[in-house]
């Protein structure tokens, strides 16, 4: 059974930093790309930023120069390294990983940049 599980949400002051977690049961990051996304409050679910199997990765302008993914396959763990918060960022976090079996996502992990 594959599980996503995201940790690392909370709360910060604008212009601060974050870094989420997504770590993986029941199957292995390393051969299958995965990204992050994030829904805000009255708004369509948005792609934050992709990593492919070869580590090639892709970023929504909005986030660009600012979040950086990342995986570590022997901890099977990706991360979203957030830098530099703006309120507009304030979301619910997801992860998803596409498989040949179709895409999972995680339970969601709550961002909120306020003052």
């Known amino acids: 059974q594959v599980q996503l599980v995201e940790s690392g949400g909370g709360l910060v002051q604008p212009g601060g930093s974050l870094r989420l977690s997504c770590t993986a049961s029941g199957i292995s990051f390393r051969s299958f790309g995965m990204g992050w996304y994030r829904q805000a409050p009255g708004k369509q679910r948005e792609l934050v930023a992709t990593i492919t199997r070869g580590g090639t990765t892709n970023y929504a302008d909005s986030v660009k120069e600012r979040f950086t993914i990342s995986r570590d396959s022997a901890k099977n763990t990706a991360y979203l390294q957030m830098n530099s918060l703006k309120a507009e960022d304030t979301a619910v976090y997801y992860c998803?990983?596409?498989?040949?079996?179709?895409?999972?996502w995680g339970q969601g992990t709550q961002v909120t940049v306020s003052s």
């Open positions: 998803k990983i596409v498989t040949y079996g179709g895409d999972y």
